[in-house]
């Protein structure tokens, strides 16, 4: 455990990270949660993060109420990510130690975090890649 103590979030992130444009569409965001097991993926204008988009925020594009009319699939697939998305995100820096991320993830109950870097998303970390780092700590990765 004293080897996973002295990581930090540059050990253990995953990158290159792979973003979306608020203009991307939710057909766009549907294809990369089918080539990529993410949870989500950081939203970047002009090379800066703007939101964050998941899974929860696909499903909930779909959720309808009875004084609500269902538009047709195809319509709610061409949404675009920027309406949609959160635009409330928490970062974490390359710097920051991994057992402050995972205090973080777990007070928040959030599965990942953008890496930000000069105002610039450069990875992201999730549950498992802290998991894997654990693992690696402890010598059983």
């Known amino acids: 455990m004293r080897g996973f103590i002295g990581l930090t979030v540059s050990d253990a992130m995953t990158r290159p990270v792979t973003t979306l ?8 965001l549907e294809d990369l949660f089918e080539r990529y097991d993410y949870n989500s993926f950081p939203v970047v204008e002009r090379d800066r ?29 061409q949404q675009r990510i ?31 975090f953008p890496v930000v870097s000069n105002g610039k998303v450069v990875a992201i970390i999730s549950r498992e890649d802290i998991i894997r780092a ?8």
Request: glycine share 6%; no cysteine.
């Open 21 to 28: 444009s608020p203009d991307a569409t939710v057909a766009d």
């Open 49 to 77: 993060l703007v939101g964050i988009v998941t899974k929860l925020d696909f499903l909930r594009n779909f959720i309808f109420t009875a004084d609500t009319v269902v538009p047709h699939y195809r319509d709610l697939m």
């Open 82 to 112: 920027g309406e949609i998305m959160r635009r409330q995100v928490q970062t974490v820096d390359p710097d920051m130690a991994l057992t402050r991320v995972l205090q973080l993830m777990v007070d928040m109950s959030t599965k990942s």
């Open 134 to 141: 654990l693992r690696r700590a402890v010598g059983r990765g």
